[in-house]
């Protein structure tokens, strides 16, 4: 407590400061009445004296020595009750008051001491048990520093109880998680949005919900595995996320997640996670403004300036229309993972931008370094895939654009390459215009009456139900450029028997498989079949 909060403080509160203004910051660390002049020996640094005056009512100088005396040993003030023995206070006390920024404050006679030192005693007890918690609890360093980001506030929690943390959204949607995770009773994965294995946490969830309107904190056990300290993180008396931090009984006490602790620390992981929520929301304006630049200057961009358009498709880009509850905008986090990602590509220019709920970003780069920037994604994919085995992130690449019309366009290219390449080719991660462009132009054929028509009658004969194993020989054949050995091996058949097939095969559509005119045909028309 300061000499400015005392003055708040009870019937203190009708005191006068007049003198050492500049002192009021001083803290008081005891209260104490004084009567008589010897002060030496019992006086401490941070005692605050209250005191009539009454053994020296007559004798000014010694009144100003007591006060030379407190200055010395660092006292917090002096409390004079005026109009009972004394009526003023010599100049020169309010000289050495004010010299030193040592508050010297008056309280009329008719103040009873009781009602000013009760309700100071009450409160510096009150600080000294807050200070006695705070030095016993691993918790206390964590509300004291101060962090900057959630996620460094996060990894400060793993610090402290030496086991992972992470926070998840009232439905138990993943969104921070420290680095130290490893698969518990709760859930095994760390993909963003995605939920616990826990076979009942639904229920658990709501039942953390009701508890969380009158606890600060929840204790959960699940056999086998760490127990849990499980936290609200709360805006306008609703629970928006639920804070999970792992621990060990020799690692927290009972007197460590005290109530006090718990709202001390949710507050501000709190007011952190909806710092970042306002930061990241700030920056996607930014960014689009500076998107908009870009594209005015396209035009000016030289010849040596490659500029594409890339498309994201995982299923947590899905959950970025998701109905937002409680001031969560879940397309920030996606924001957020999609701009970690490329923060590792080298020599290039990235911003991050959304239509109609999917996530694209601006690439520009110089030629020379665009194709390391295609095996950096590829390596960026292999990656984060490698870590979030059951959720694969897939990039698909425009071609170069130029001016604003050709950006439009390559969004809706960029777009429908994702689409095909999921679906031609789902084992890849990366797709480009280049290879897949091919696939746009068949897919709008396959649409087309005269070549669906003309398909079914190549292909026909080998859909029939006795030749269903046909269609898919002549599929790997194909695809081995006319290579038996390794059709053969492919299929799991015989030599022989695959002879036979290719031999049915070609009487069926009465066409030769060796005539490269042929094959072209045949791989047309099955290519505009897998689209359709």
């Known amino acids: 407590m300061q000499v400015k909060d005392a003055l708040l403080t009870g019937d203190l509160a009708e005191g006068t400061v007049i003198a050492g203004k500049e002192g009021l910051s001083r803290a008081i660390r005891s209260i104490e009445v004084m009567e008589v002049p010897e002060v030496g020996n019992w006086v401490t640094p941070g005692i605050l004296v209250m005191t009539t005056f009454y053994s020296i009512k007559e004798e000014p100088l010694k009144q100003i020595n007591i006060v030379q005396t407190l200055i010395n040993k660092k006292a917090a003030g002096i409390v004079i009750k005026l109009g009972r023995f004394v009526d003023s206070i010599p100049e020169g006390i309010l000289a050495l008051a004010n010299e030193n920024a040592f508050p010297v404050i008056t ?26 918690e705070k030095s016993q609890s691993p918790f206390s360093e964590f509300e004291k520093i101060n962090i900057p980001s959630l996620s460094e506030a996060i990894e400060k929690l793993s610090e402290i109880v030496g086991s992972p943390v992470y926070i998840e959204d009232s439905e138990g949607r993943i969104l921070y998680v420290s680095k130290d995770f490893h698969a518990d009773g709760w859930r095994k994965s760390t993909s963003l949005f995605s939920k616990p294995d826990y076979p009942t946490y639904a229920k658990t969830l709501e039942m953390w919900r009701v508890e969380f309107l009158e606890k600060s904190h929840c204790l959960f056990k699940i056999q086998g595995f760490r127990d849990r300290l499980v936290l609200p993180l709360i805006t306008r008396e609703k629970v928006f996320a639920i804070v999970h931090i792992l621990y060990k009984e020799r690692q927290l006490q009972a007197d460590d997640i005290s109530s006090a602790h718990m709202k001390r620390v949710t507050r501000k992981l709190s007011e952190l996670f909806m710092s970042e929520q306002l930061y990241l929301q700030k920056k996607r304006l930014d960014d689009m403004e500076l998107l908009e630049k870009y594209l005015n200057d396209l035009e000016k961009l030289n010849n040596n300036t490659v500029v594409s358009v890339l498309h994201f498709n995982a299923s947590w880009i899905g959950m970025s229309y998701y109905p937002s509850l409680y001031l969560i905008d879940h397309s920030c986090f996606i924001r957020k993972l999609i701009n970690n990602l490329l923060d590792t590509l080298t020599n290039s220019k990235v911003i991050v931008f959304e239509k109609y709920h999917n996530f694209y970003a601006f690439l520009s780069c ?4 665009y194709s390391k920037i295609i095996r950096e994604l590829n390596a960026i994919t292999d990656q984060h895939n490698k870590q979030n085995l059951a959720d694969h992130l897939k990039i698909a690449i425009s071609s170069g654009i130029k001016d604003t019309d050709s950006f439009e366009d390559s969004v809706r290219s960029v777009t429908k390459v994702m689409e095909i390449g999921c679906k031609v080719r789902p084992e890849e991660n990366i797709y480009t215009h280049d290879q897949l462009g091919i696939y746009e132009i068949l897919f709008k054929l396959s649409s087309d009456p005269f070549v669906q028509k003309y398909t079914e009658n190549v292909l026909n004969p080998l859909l029939q139900a ?20 390794k059709t053969s091996e492919k299929l799991f058949v015989h030599r022989r028997t695959l002879t036979y097939r290719l031999q049915k095969i070609q009487e069926l559509i009465n066409m030769d498989l060796n005539d490269a005119n042929h094959r072209f045909v045949l791989r047309f028309c099955i290519k505009i079949k897998d689209l359709s």
Do not use: A, F, W
């Open 107 to 132: 309280i009329p006679k008719y103040i009873s001491y009781i009602n000013v030192l009760t309700p100071l005693y009450e409160r510096l007890y009150k600080e000294k048990q807050l200070e006695e």
């Open 466 to 485: 006795q030749h269903s194993d046909l269609l898919e020989t002549l599929q790997v054949y194909l695809n081995e450029n006319g290579n038996v050995s």
């Open 366 to 369: 110089s030629s020379q370094h």
